[in-house]
């Protein structure tokens, strides 16, 4: 397995608070976050559906998945409730002179 790198995916003012976009590092698909004005980062595609997440309902630190209905916590990733029972995949992220950097 690789090792994972830091990647610069956007300006951090191009993550609106309630509008996630989706950036790709290699063939990943990374939903990025702002919640409160930090910027989070998870796997783009529901685990339970294959659904993008920033076609999703984002409330405070929440994403509902846009097919089903199921919520994730958007900062840990947790499953919270069903038909989603599998959590989303988590990525590290950090602000550098306004971009956007996440582990992957």
Do not use: Y
């Not at 595609?45 to 409330?59: D, K, L, N, P, Y």
């Not at 994403?63 to 988590?90: D, M, N, Y």
């Amino acid at each position: 397995m690789t090792e994972a790198t830091w990647h610069s995916v956007a300006a951090k003012d191009d993550v609106a608070p309630d509008e996630p976009i989706k950036v790709e590092v290699g063939d990943t698909e990374i939903a990025l976050f702002n919640v409160d004005g930090e910027i989070f980062a998870t796997s783009n595609i529901c685990t339970h559906a294959f659904a993008s997440m920033v076609h999703g309902f984002q409330e405070g630190d929440e994403i509902e998945c846009p097919l089903h209905e199921g919520r994730f916590s958007i900062k840990t990733g947790e499953a919270l409730c069903p038909p989603v029972s599998e959590g989303l995949r988590t990525f590290e992220v950090k602000i550098e002179d306004g971009k956007v950097l996440v582990k992957a």
